[in-house]
């Protein structure tokens, strides 16, 4: 990962945009990124907004809600040594369409967790999937392109949509 960070020059309000991850992570993988802490400390972030569990949920032979929230609960840690005065925005997963039962059922557990670690961490959380329209919404955003045909990724334009609606959300907040 390499990016450009602006100085503060002023007193003037600024946003700096940097995203790390990539598709098929899962919350075990954040905690085996040894240089994370480092790029953490180099962004000095104000916010950290952390958006992971969707592929944890569709492993359907090995999930464990006790697992995650361990490896959840590490990742945090992690950040908030590097960066104890950044803000934290926890993001429910995005729906999947035509998903399985089981896949289903675990990302509600993980929405769960996320909500009542959110709530006793005094961090805030953004339900992203109902923000998105939900499961019942998935054909609507494949109709327009915004999702991929695996019912799964988002298209480019799907991204776009998607970070309109958290600056949206956050700039009200």
């Not at 940097?18 to 954040?30: M, P, Q, R, S």
């Not at 992690?78 to 369409?97: C, D, F, M």
């Not at 993980?110 to 909500?115: G, V």
């Amino acid at each position: 990962y390499e990016g450009l960070y602006a100085a503060h020059l002023g007193n003037f309000p600024r946003l700096v945009f940097n995203e790390w991850g990539h598709n098929g992570l899962h919350i075990a993988d954040v905690n085996t990124c040894n240089e994370l802490p480092l790029l953490i400390e180099r962004m000095n972030p104000d916010l950290v907004i952390l958006g992971i569990g969707l592929n944890d949920a569709m492993n359907e032979g090995g999930f464990k809600i006790q697992s995650f929230s361990t490896e959840y609960s590490q990742a945090i840690a992690s950040i908030q040594k590097t960066a104890p005065r950044a803000a934290l925005l926890l993001l429910s997963n995005t729906p999947v369409h035509q998903p399985s039962k089981i896949a289903q059922e675990q990302s509600l557990r993980i929405q769960s967790f996320l909500q009542s670690y959110a709530a006793a961490s005094n961090f805030g959380f953004f339900d992203l999937g109902m923000a998105l329209g939900g499961q019942k919404n998935t054909a609507t955003w494949l109709a327009k392109d915004w999702l991929q045909p695996d019912g799964i990724h988002y298209t480019r334009a799907g991204y776009g949509q998607i970070a309109r609606l958290l600056y949206g959300a956050i700039s009200r907040a």
